[in-house]
């Protein structure tokens, strides 16, 4: 290290202070009620190669510590100050990762060198395109999700590009929320620039720029600390998402996460090949692309909170991401929706990191429910009401720290909700019931947090109702050391005369008067075997509702007298014989629910790896229509035709290869061969 | 004689401060503090006075008092057995709050737990809509039975707080009735009572608060009123509040959730009256105790308010002079972290077992440890002798950390000075971006046990031209008491669109709420001088989240012309974030009332200025700026008004030491604040 510890210390609080100054600037002057409420943005500094080592620690969004800038700084030719520059293209360098987001950077000049980038992004409501906030799961190319800019100057030494502006503004459905939020975005980095010429001048240039790569030697040397204390290995861990497109089938996220020493390896083989629809990410397949990372960041800190946030933490890993899968697609792929596959991400990341850490590290968290949105007609003012009801997330998964928190928590405890009362005086609306579902936590002794429910009656016609990000109504929340699953999430709508209809994974509803829906997310994961909890724990939980009394008994094998005091002879004898049963079998890391055993079943390891293997052959385009026709095809067979073993995929394969025979060159070995021909 | 006296009680001291009506001349006098037997410490500083200043109890004219036993049950723990009841199919408010965790990175982040648990939730059956109107009429049963269940549960008391009460209290209200008839031990409190503020979790938060330490604060006073009765003392006692006012004892029995905060407050109501007193129109106070530093931002002698702050782990809303609270003090403790650099805090030795210079058991090196390591702490004793300083102690303590880092002691307790001064960069930097100033233009007025030890280095940091140090920093506080004016909020969820069709229902809120303040202050405080009535409308663009408090022009008001408010609103939101959108529909989201009633103020003594330079003490030898140094030292008492004194010093005084880093110049003002001027400000 070039600079002493304390000094570096005091360096690290002046560089956070600027970040900060940035945040609050941005955040004090945004236009947007979307910024003010999601804090969906951020701001830094970079290097002047592009790696971020100053974030903000208590405002905007948590997904994008240690950002590298370099992919869009290199696309300038040159920088003179006063330049700010622009990008929302998620194929320009992979900085950003879908057109809403707006990122911006400037270089800081000092004695005419570029010491530093101040950058930052805002999620902008709309940028245009085929649908309003220009994401949908049903886009199917780039181009649907609004428009792109280059990495381009917005501002030439000080004069803003007013044709640049013009051109963005025409095409945006609230040209003056995104005029106000660039503002507010130039401002920002206008702070960072000034405070950050206030720090130089305060320390030295030298001083400054040594302490800057002593502070992501800092972040490497810290995370590489952590990484050596998990024990070498390969940790494979696998989920999915329900369904790769609006009613589709399953999307599967595969991870083998190899720790070797002070480093690690995260080979994402074996996940879904690009998509129709707009759950692709964009990361060009760079190795440590943030978004493949996200996980990594909450993984190394929660192992060690004490880890400075910055870009070292990311230099032990390296990624593998084949070209033309879900987790690396190739333009023109939409990837508006790249959220709902990040957060999944977040859940391999995890589920890898917590084989390697049983006893630090969390089990599934729920997810599923969905982020609510309504809008509808309101008789009294006469206006159309829009509103961003509430995120229904569910609860954190258990860990051998204790349970998992209830309701939210884990990778989504950065979501804040809208209170029943501000909601039913913005929308006309009614609230019937929003709070936590009984017994959707994960057994365990650890038990996973619970799910989140929320319902709602609607008042008038054509009501439409969004959940984006729905998922987890068949792959639900993994358990560990015993843990079990957590409860699926569900989506029901009931019409006035008492029908109930399950919605599934549906995210956009209409909806008429009367018509009520009942939305809950999916519970938390139990860590540890349920019939080793504290009974007084499990007799805790029912006197709050959190579990009932027959789960009590039959999940924890604690019974209770109706009053709620333990029946203790009841409860030992019980307890013996889910602990005899639980000797039988062999001791497994995870635990998963009876939809994704049911998947897996048919979709073996085999014949997932069958289906990869093939399709990491065929034309990218083709990649996702060969997909479903393999899906269809297997799910005809019955339970006495299926194998398991790769074969039900190498048929399908050849069927199509068959009916398709421009795939032939492609994957000769299915091609028919010409006896069977003649 | 008579004599207002002042009381401030703090984590290790009680401060005294009293006033000679006639003089307007200050003593002070400070006593520990007796948290096994609270109040008993007042009684104990009386004595003192009586003693010390010659000050019979029966000289009291007028007494104001700040009470930490609210705010110390909530964070111990030590509140009633509370239950709630929330409108049914809603009793999950406590447990999902605002959902968002303490710390989001962290995957095992939790929220606290509540100060009531599911077990002691009950719904009960009742619908509110957003109107008012009745959905579904309360149900008498379903609280008789809730009511069976709590106090089966244990529960010494009830919250009720149902959806949209802050609209048609009816139902709390009769629930209340309810209970009251069938249960009447039972202490019950409503959400719409406390404040009719419409957010379920932050007014249910804000009741839950309220009735969990009110049974406690509220016999607390009533014994206090008794044991000052009984030494004789006749005023009867006021005490002080998070809005940075005052009101009767008497009244703050059944409004202590508005006292959680006043500890902090009346610091600030106290650097407030020195700014305004001397001029000074753009101040930052600085006040820093043993686990803390509170900066607020205060202009021509007015603070800024809010009412969204946390009390222990949670949210309450009541009207509160704005603080920004960092986790650094003289009691934070430094420490080598994981990666081998140098940190400072948040953990604290607090008052016990405090610095390792107070010889009282502590051994970790804390920021008062650097100080007195470095020489620049020298009197032997802090706190009118009460804590001898031990230098060796403080040295031992830092020199494991020096052996981490490979220096000498003297350089290490530097270098914890200005990683702590670093810290408090960063928090400030953050402040003044979110309120949009520039904090150059600002003084620095520095107070509490710390806050003159480091306000020279943050002033440089920040890179202020200013440093004022008041007489009697350590006593701030208890003045701040002294010369607050009663004071109270009043609150009506409005809601609707600023336009000329719901002017009459603003102007018939503005009157409900002026009559309900003036019965308050006249009937209830018995407030017999001047009032004056500030009505202020939260407002926002429609569909925004977040409101501004803009005052209500009375002549418009009573126009009905909603020109003059909306172009109000315009000029303040620009004001604060730089754009304004004429164009768009304003609502109004709540009115507030605020009464004041004034009270004469003690003038702070002046004395004529004789311009003179003042030799030192004598020298000091320190480590300072990165060297062994001499400086000058000298003791308060000699820096009257119009003295010039060397820079850089240490400046000794009964509650505090003042440190004065190279950079500055210094005087003593007409008042006798101490005016630390920077030779040379940085540029902006």
């Not at chain 1, 029946?567 to 014989?577: F, I, S, V, Y």
């Not at chain 2, 969204?308 to 650094?328: K, L, N, Q």
């Given at each position: 290290?070039r600079?002493?510890?304390?000094?570096?210390?005091?360096?690290?609080?002046?560089?956070?202070?600027?970040?900060?100054s940035?945040?609050?600037?941005?955040?004090?002057?945004?236009?947007?009620t979307?910024?003010?409420?999601?804090e969906?943005?951020?701001?830094?500094?970079?290097?002047?190669?592009?790696?971020?080592?100053?974030s903000?620690?208590?405002l905007?969004?948590?997904?994008f510590?240690?950002?590298?800038?370099?992919?869009?700084?290199g696309?300038?030719?040159?920088?003179?100050?006063?330049?700010?520059?622009?990008?929302?293209d998620?194929?320009?360098?992979?900085?950003?990762?879908?057109?809403?987001?707006m990122?911006?950077?400037?270089?800081?000049?000092?004695?005419?060198?570029?010491?530093?980038f101040?950058?930052?992004h805002?999620?902008?409501t709309?940028m245009?395109?085929?649908?309003?906030?220009?994401?949908?799961?049903?886009?199917?190319?780039?181009?649907?999700?609004?428009?792109?800019?280059?990495p381009?100057?917005?501002?030439s030494?000080?004069?803003?590009n007013?044709q640049?502006?013009?051109?963005?503004?025409?095409?945006?459905?609230?040209?003056?929320?995104?005029?106000?939020?660039?503002?507010?975005?130039?401002?920002?980095?206008?702070?960072?620039?000034?405070?950050m010429?206030?720090?130089?001048?305060?320390?030295?240039?030298?001083?400054?720029?040594a302490?800057?790569e002593?502070l992501?030697?800092?972040?490497?040397?810290?995370?590489?600390?952590?990484?050596?204390?998990?024990?070498?290995?390969?940790?494979?861990?696998?989920?999915y998402?329900?369904?790769?497109a609006?009613?589709?089938?399953?999307?599967?996220?595969?991870?083998?996460?190899?720790?070797?020493?002070?480093?690690?390896?995260?080979?994402?083989?074996?996940?879904?090949?690009?998509?129709q629809?707009?759950?692709?990410?964009?990361?060009?397949?760079?190795?440590?692309?943030?978004?493949?990372?996200?996980?990594?960041?909450?993984?190394?800190?929660?192992?060690?909170?004490?880890?400075p946030?910055?870009?070292?933490?990311?230099?032990?890993?390296?990624?593998?991401?084949?070209?033309?899968?879900?987790?690396n697609?190739?333009?023109?792929?939409?990837?508006?929706?790249?959220?709902l596959t990040?957060?999944?991400?977040?859940?391999?990341?995890m589920?890898?990191?917590?084989?390697?850490?049983?006893?630090?590290?969390?089990?599934?968290?729920?997810?599923?429910?969905g982020?609510?949105?309504v809008?509808?007609f309101?008789?009294?003012?006469?206006?159309?009401?829009?509103?961003?009801?509430?995120?229904v997330v569910?609860?954190?998964?258990?860990?051998?720290?204790?349970?998992?928190?209830?309701g939210s928590?884990?990778?989504?405890?950065?979501?804040k909700?809208?209170?029943?009362?501000?909601?039913?005086?913005?929308?006309?609306?009614?609230?019937?019931?929003?709070?936590?579902?009984?017994?959707?936590?994960?057994?365990?002794?650890?038990?996973?947090?619970?799910?989140t429910?929320?319902?709602?009656?609607?008042?008038?016609?054509?009501t439409?109702?969004t959940?984006?990000?729905?998922?987890?109504?068949?792959?639900?929340?993994?358990?560990?050391?015993?843990?079990g699953?957590?409860?699926?999430?569900t989506?029901?709508?009931?019409?006035?005369?008492?029908?109930?209809?399950?919605l599934?994974?549906?995210?956009?509803?209409?909806l008429?008067?009367?018509?009520?829906?009942?939305?809950t997310?999916?519970?938390?994961?139990g860590?540890?075997?349920?019939?080793?909890?504290?009974?007084?724990?499990?007799?805790?939980?029912?006197?709050?509702?959190?579990?009932?009394i027959?789960?009590?008994?039959?999940?924890?094998?604690?019974?209770?007298?109706?009053?709620?005091?333990?029946?203790?002879n009841a409860?030992d004898?019980?307890?013996?014989?889910?602990?005899?049963?639980?000797?039988?079998?062999?001791?497994?890391?995870?635990?998963y629910?009876?939809?994704?055993?049911?998947?897996?079943?048919?979709?073996?390891?085999?014949?997932y790896?069958?289906?990869?293997?093939?399709?990491?052959?065929?034309?990218?385009?083709?990649?996702?229509?060969?997909?479903?026709?393999?899906?269809?095809?297997v799910?005809?067979?019955?339970?006495r035709?299926?194998?398991?073993?790769?074969?039900?995929?190498?048929?399908?394969?050849?069927?199509?290869?068959?009916?398709?025979?421009?795939?032939?060159?492609?994957l000769?070995?299915?091609?028919?061969s010409?006896?069977?021909?003649? | 004689?008579?004599?207002?006296?002042?009381?401030?009680?703090?984590?290790?001291?009680?401060?005294?401060?009293?006033?000679?009506?006639?003089?307007?001349?200050?003593?002070?006098?400070?006593?520990?503090?007796?948290?096994?037997?609270?109040g008993q410490?007042?009684?104990?500083?009386?004595?003192?006075?009586?003693?010390?200043?010659g000050?019979?109890?029966?000289?009291?004219?007028y007494?104001?008092?700040?009470?930490t036993?609210?705010?110390n049950?909530?964070?111990?723990r030590?509140?009633?057995?509370?239950?709630?009841?929330?409108?049914?199919n809603?009793?999950?408010?406590?447990?999902?709050?605002?959902?968002?965790m303490p710390?989001?990175y962290?995957l095992?982040?939790?929220?606290p737990?509540?100060l009531?648990t599911r077990?002691?939730?009950?719904?009960?059956r009742?619908?509110?809509d957003?109107?008012?109107?009745?959905?579904?009429?309360?149900?008498?049963d379903?609280?008789?039975?809730?009511?069976?269940?709590?106090?089966?549960?244990?529960?010494?008391?009830?919250?009720?707080?149902?959806?949209?009460?802050?609209?048609?209290?009816?139902?709390?209200?009769?629930?209340?009735?309810?209970?009251?008839?069938?249960?009447?031990?039972?202490?019950?409190?409503?959400?719409?009572?406390?404040?009719?503020?419409i957010?379920?979790?932050?007014r249910?938060?804000?009741?839950?608060?309220h009735g969990?330490?009110?049974?406690?604060?509220s016999s607390?006073?009533?014994?206090?009123?008794?044991?000052?009765g009984g030494?004789?003392?006749?005023?009867?006692?006021?005490?002080?509040?998070?809005?940075?006012?005052?009101?009767?004892?008497?009244?703050?029995?059944?409004?202590?959730?508005?006292?959680?905060?006043?500890?902090?407050?009346?610091?600030?109501?106290?650097?407030?009256?020195?700014?305004?007193?001397?001029?000074?129109?753009?101040?930052?106070?600085?006040d820093?105790?043993?686990?803390?530093?509170?900066?607020?931002?205060?202009?021509d002698?007015?603070?800024?308010?809010?009412?969204?702050?946390?009390v222990?782990?949670?949210?309450?809303?009541?009207?509160?002079?704005?603080?920004?609270?960092i986790?650094?003090?003289?009691g934070?403790?430094?420490?080598?972290?994981?990666a081998?650099?140098?940190?400072?805090?948040p953990?604290s030795?607090?008052?016990?077992?405090?610095?390792?210079a107070?010889?009282?058991?502590?051994?970790?090196?804390?920021?008062t440890?650097?100080?007195?390591?470095?020489?620049?702490?020298?009197?032997?004793a802090?706190?009118?002798?009460?804590?001898?300083?031990?230098?060796?102690?403080?040295?031992?303590?830092?020199?494991?950390?020096a052996?981490?880092?490979?220096?000498s002691?003297?350089?290490?307790?530097e270098?914890?000075?200005?990683?702590?001064?670093?810290?408090?960069?960063?928090?400030?930097?953050?402040?003044?971006?979110?309120?949009?100033?520039?904090?150059?233009?600002?003084?620095?007025?520095?107070?509490?046990?710390?806050?003159?030890?480091?306000?020279?280095?943050?002033?440089?940091e920040l890179?202020?031209?200013?440093?004022?140090?008041?007489?009697?920093?350590g006593?701030?506080?208890?003045?701040?008491?002294?010369?607050?004016e009663?004071?109270?909020?009043?609150t009506?969820?409005?809601?609707?669109d600023l336009?000329?069709?719901?002017?009459?229902?603003?102007?018939?809120?503005?009157k409900?709420?002026?009559?309900?303040?003036?019965?308050?202050?006249?009937?209830?405080?018995?407030?017999?001088?001047e009032?004056?009535?500030?009505?202020?409308?939260?407002m926002r663009?429609?569909?925004?989240?977040?409101?501004i408090?803009?005052?209500?022009?009375?002549?418009?008001?009573?126009?009905?012309?909603?020109?003059?408010l909306?172009?109000?609103?315009?000029?303040?939101?620009?004001?604060?974030?730089?754009?304004?959108?004429?164009?768009?529909?304003?609502q109004?989201?709540?009115?507030?009332?605020?009464?004041?009633?004034?009270?004469p103020?003690?003038?702070?003594p002046?004395?004529?200025?004789?311009?003179?330079?003042?030799?030192?003490?004598r020298?000091?030898?320190v480590?300072?700026?990165?060297?062994?140094?001499?400086?000058?030292f000298?003791?308060?008492?000699?820096?009257?008004?119009g003295?010039?004194?060397?820079?850089?010093?240490?400046?000794?005084?009964?509650?505090?030491?003042?440190?004065?880093?190279?950079?500055f110049?210094?005087r003593?003002?007409?008042?006798?604040?101490l005016?630390?001027?920077?030779?040379?400000p940085d540029?902006?």
């Amino acid at each position: 290290m070039r600079t002493d510890p304390v000094t570096l210390r005091v360096l690290e609080n002046h560089a956070q202070a600027v970040a900060e100054s940035m945040a609050y600037t941005l955040f004090r002057t945004a236009h947007s009620t979307f910024v003010k409420e999601t804090e969906d943005f951020t701001t830094g500094l970079t290097t002047p190669a592009g790696m971020t080592f100053a974030s903000p620690r208590d405002l905007g969004a948590t997904w994008f510590i240690g950002l590298d800038y370099a992919g869009v700084i290199g696309a300038i030719e040159d920088y003179e100050e006063g330049d700010i520059c622009v990008t929302n293209d998620p194929y320009s360098g992979y900085v950003c990762t879908h057109t809403p987001d707006m990122h911006i950077w400037k270089p800081i000049f000092w004695e005419g060198r570029i010491v530093a980038f101040a950058v930052g992004h805002i999620h902008n409501t709309d940028m245009g395109g085929a649908v309003p906030a220009s994401l949908s799961r049903a886009n199917t190319e780039v181009h649907q999700e609004g428009i792109r800019f280059r990495p381009t100057k917005l501002v030439s030494r000080g004069v803003m590009n007013e044709q640049l502006l013009e051109t963005m503004l025409l095409n945006v459905r609230m040209p003056e929320q995104n005029r106000g939020d660039l503002n507010a975005q130039i401002a920002a980095v206008n702070t960072g620039e000034a405070k950050m010429h206030e720090m130089i001048a305060k320390f030295g240039v030298e001083v400054v720029e040594a302490g800057i790569e002593d502070l992501l030697d800092t972040g490497e040397a810290r995370s590489r600390d952590v990484l050596s204390r998990l024990p070498d290995g390969e940790y494979r861990f696998v989920d999915y998402l329900d369904e790769d497109a609006p009613g589709g089938v399953p999307v599967r996220l595969e991870l083998a996460l190899r720790i070797r020493g002070d480093g690690a390896e995260l080979d994402f083989t074996g996940s879904d090949p690009q998509l129709q629809s707009a759950l692709n990410m964009p990361t060009g397949g760079n190795s440590r692309h943030i978004l493949l990372m996200v996980g990594w960041n909450y993984c190394l800190y929660t192992l060690d909170p004490s880890i400075p946030l910055n870009g070292g933490l990311l230099r032990p890993a390296e990624c593998i991401v084949p070209e033309g899968s879900v987790l690396n697609p190739v333009h023109p792929a939409a990837v508006g929706m790249r959220s709902l596959t990040c957060g999944r991400l977040q859940g391999v990341l995890m589920g890898a990191f917590h084989a390697a850490a049983p006893d630090r590290l969390p089990v599934g968290a729920a997810g599923g429910g969905g982020i609510v949105n309504v809008k509808t007609f309101d008789i009294a003012t006469g206006r159309m009401a829009m509103a961003s009801i509430d995120p229904v997330v569910g609860g954190a998964g258990g860990s051998a720290r204790g349970d998992g928190t209830d309701g939210s928590g884990a990778n989504s405890g950065f979501l804040k909700n809208t209170p029943v009362e501000i909601n039913e005086v913005e929308v006309p609306i009614r609230i019937r019931r929003y709070g936590l579902v009984q017994d959707s936590g994960g057994a365990g002794l650890a038990r996973g947090g619970l799910a989140t429910e929320l319902e709602l009656e609607i008042f008038a016609p054509d009501t439409v109702v969004t959940a984006r990000n729905r998922d987890r109504t068949v792959f639900a929340a993994w358990g560990g050391q015993g843990g079990g699953a957590g409860a699926p999430s569900t989506f029901t709508k009931i019409a006035p005369d008492g029908i109930r209809t399950d919605l599934g994974n549906t995210d956009v509803v209409r909806l008429e008067p009367g018509e009520i829906i009942n939305l809950t997310s999916g519970g938390g994961a139990g860590w540890g075997f349920a019939h080793e909890r504290d009974a007084v724990l499990v007799a805790r939980d029912v006197a709050r509702g959190a579990v009932s009394i027959e789960e009590a008994s039959l999940r924890y094998g604690v019974v209770l007298e109706p009053d709620g005091r333990i029946d203790l002879n009841a409860t030992d004898h019980q307890r013996e014989k889910m602990a005899r049963t639980a000797r039988m079998s062999p001791p497994s890391t995870y635990t998963y629910n009876a939809g994704r055993m049911a998947f897996e079943a048919i979709w073996t390891d085999a014949n997932y790896a069958a289906l990869s293997t093939a399709l990491a052959r065929v034309p990218v385009p083709w990649r996702h229509y060969v997909k479903r026709r393999v899906f269809a095809h297997v799910a005809q067979l019955s339970e006495r035709q299926r194998s398991g073993d790769g074969r039900d995929v190498e048929a399908a394969i050849a069927l199509a290869v068959a009916a398709m025979p421009q795939l032939a060159e492609h994957l000769p070995e299915y091609a028919p061969s010409r006896d069977a021909a003649e | 004689m008579s004599y207002r006296v002042g009381v401030d009680i703090g984590g290790t001291f009680a401060d005294f401060c009293a006033v000679d009506e006639a003089t307007g001349e200050i003593g002070t006098v400070k006593v520990l503090t007796t948290p096994d037997r609270p109040g008993q410490e007042v009684i104990d500083g009386l004595g003192a006075l009586h003693e010390r200043l010659g000050i019979a109890p029966s000289d009291i004219s007028y007494f104001t008092h700040g009470t930490t036993v609210g705010v110390n049950a909530l964070i111990m723990r030590k509140g009633i057995r509370l239950a709630l009841f929330t409108t049914e199919n809603f009793v999950d408010v406590l447990e999902l709050a605002r959902l968002k965790m303490p710390d989001p990175y962290d995957l095992l982040s939790a929220r606290p737990e509540p100060l009531v648990t599911r077990d002691l939730v009950f719904g009960v059956r009742e619908r509110l809509d957003a109107q008012g109107g009745i959905v579904t009429p309360l149900d008498r049963d379903s609280v008789i039975a809730a009511a069976e269940a709590a106090l089966a549960r244990g529960a010494e008391g009830v919250v009720l707080s149902f959806l949209h009460a802050y609209r048609n209290p009816d139902h709390e209200a009769k629930a209340a009735e309810i209970l009251a008839e069938a249960f009447p031990d039972l202490h019950v409190f409503c959400s719409h009572r406390i404040r009719p503020i419409i957010r379920e979790y932050e007014r249910t938060s804000t009741a839950v608060i309220h009735g969990y330490v009110q049974p406690r604060v509220s016999s607390y006073l009533g014994a206090l009123q008794e044991a000052l009765g009984g030494i004789g003392v006749k005023a009867a006692p006021m005490v002080t509040k998070s809005n940075g006012g005052i009101m009767s004892a008497e009244l703050g029995k059944s409004a202590c959730v508005e006292m959680l905060l006043s500890g902090t407050a009346a610091g600030v109501m106290g650097a407030a009256y020195v700014a305004e007193e001397c001029g000074a129109g753009r101040v930052l106070s600085l006040d820093v105790g043993g686990t803390s530093a509170d900066v607020a931002i205060i202009r021509d002698g007015r603070p800024g308010f809010g009412s969204a702050e946390t009390v222990g782990d949670f949210p309450i809303y009541v009207p509160t002079v704005s603080v920004t609270s960092i986790g650094e003090g003289g009691g934070s403790i430094a420490r080598l972290d994981a990666a081998g650099l140098l940190a400072v805090g948040p953990d604290s030795a607090g008052s016990q077992p405090g610095p390792a210079a107070y010889g009282r058991g502590g051994t970790q090196a804390t920021i008062t440890d650097a100080f007195v390591a470095s020489g620049l702490i020298d009197l032997g004793a802090l706190g009118y002798g009460m804590v001898a300083l031990d230098a060796d102690r403080a040295r031992a303590a830092i020199a494991p950390l020096a052996e981490g880092l490979g220096r000498s002691v003297e350089e290490t307790a530097e270098g914890i000075v200005g990683v702590a001064v670093s810290g408090m960069y960063r928090e400030v930097s953050k402040l003044c971006s979110r309120r949009g100033v520039d904090v150059r233009d600002f003084s620095l007025l520095a107070f509490g046990g710390g806050g003159p030890m480091l306000a020279g280095f943050l002033a440089r940091e920040l890179g202020m031209a200013e440093v004022i140090v008041p007489p009697a920093p350590g006593v701030l506080s208890a003045l701040g008491g002294l010369t607050a004016e009663v004071r109270n909020d009043f609150t009506a969820v409005a809601y609707y669109d600023l336009a000329s069709e719901n002017m009459g229902d603003l102007a018939a809120c503005v009157k409900r709420l002026a009559e309900t303040a003036r019965h308050w202050i006249v009937e209830e405080q018995r407030h017999e001088g001047e009032a004056v009535y500030q009505a202020v409308a939260e407002m926002r663009y429609r569909g925004q989240s977040f409101e501004i408090d803009v005052p209500l022009d009375a002549a418009a008001l009573e126009a009905g012309d909603p020109g003059p408010l909306a172009a109000a609103f315009h000029a303040e939101h620009h004001r604060l974030y730089g754009h304004a959108d004429p164009e768009a529909p304003i609502q109004i989201i709540a009115v507030n009332m605020i009464v004041t009633g004034h009270a004469p103020r003690p003038p702070l003594p002046r004395s004529g200025e004789v311009v003179r330079d003042v030799a030192p003490d004598r020298a000091l030898s320190v480590h300072l700026d990165g060297a062994r140094r001499e400086i000058a030292f000298y003791r308060r008492d000699a820096l009257t008004a119009g003295a010039r004194f060397e820079c850089p010093c240490v400046v000794a005084q009964d509650d505090t030491t003042v440190i004065v880093p190279p950079g500055f110049s210094g005087r003593v003002d007409t008042f006798g604040n101490l005016i630390l001027t920077r030779e040379r400000p940085d540029a902006h």
